[in-house]
T-cell receptor, first 113, second 112 residues
């Protein structure tokens, strides 16, 4: 039981490049989330998915797209990376309504030059 | 608009003493609060939670207190241990809404 896994762990991009961050969970959770963590800003929600096939914007969605591929997987795509997207990205999941506790992956540290 | 505020970016406490981490919130719809602990290069892990029907919840060395009228919660760690050195985030959510709003975090350092 691996919990929430994320790939890659580290990535360096040049401005304008694109990439996809992958996330998978093996806890049969309905809801999945993408956050970014920046110094002094805490964890801010980018997008979330309440169930397979549904996605919704969070607090800071601009510059990102997401895909809920199936119940297990939730990917985050940067179409044209910008230096402002340099951050640590966390994926999380939980059991859905009534289950407030979220389980987090280990994070992806992204640097955009 | 910061709905969850942790006004102390850092806190240092002697080993064996009590650590008190504070959190304030502005959204009166929040019914459920959680504390997460985060070590460097790892994801946050759930520590303890409290719902608005309680004013205290205890789990071993960790106790969370909720003062609804003041919109304030605190996490007490007694006794503090070196392994407690980490960043602590508080988060809130309306009841039945799994979208959490996080504070900015407090870095706790336990001094041996």
């Amino acid at each position: 039981n691996a919990g929430v896994t994320q790939t890659p762990k580290f990535q360096v991009l040049k401005t304008g490049q694109s990439m996809t961050l992958q996330c998978a969970q093996d806890m049969n959770h309905n809801s999945m989330y993408w956050y970014r963590q920046d110094p002094g800003m805490g964890l801010r929600l980018i997008y979330y998915s309440a169930s397979e096939g549904t996605t919704d914007k969070g607090e800071v969605p601009n510059g990102y797209n997401v895909s809920r591929l199936n119940k297990r997987e939730f990917s985050l795509r940067l179409e044209s990376a910008a230096p402002s997207q340099t951050s640590v990205y966390f994926c999380a999941s939980n059991g859905g309504p009534g289950a407030n506790e979220q389980f987090f992956g280990p994070g992806t540290r992204l640097t955009v030059l | 608009d910061q709905q969850v505020k942790q006004n102390s970016p850092s806190l240092s406490v002697q080993e064996g003493r009590i650590s008190i981490l504070n959190c304030d919130y502005t959204n009166s719809m929040f019914d459920y609060f959680l504390w997460y602990k985060k070590y460097p290069a790892e994801g946050p892990t759930f520590l303890i939670s409290i719902s608005s029907i309680k004013d205290k919840n205890e789990d071993g060395r960790f106790t969370v207190f909720l003062n609804k009228s003041a919109k304030h919660l605190s996490l007490h760690i007694v006794p503090s241990q070196p392994g407690d050195s980490a960043v602590y985030f508080c988060a809130g959510a309306p009841f039945g809404n799994e979208k959490l709003t996080f504070g900015t975090g407090t870095r706790l350092t336990i001094i041996p």
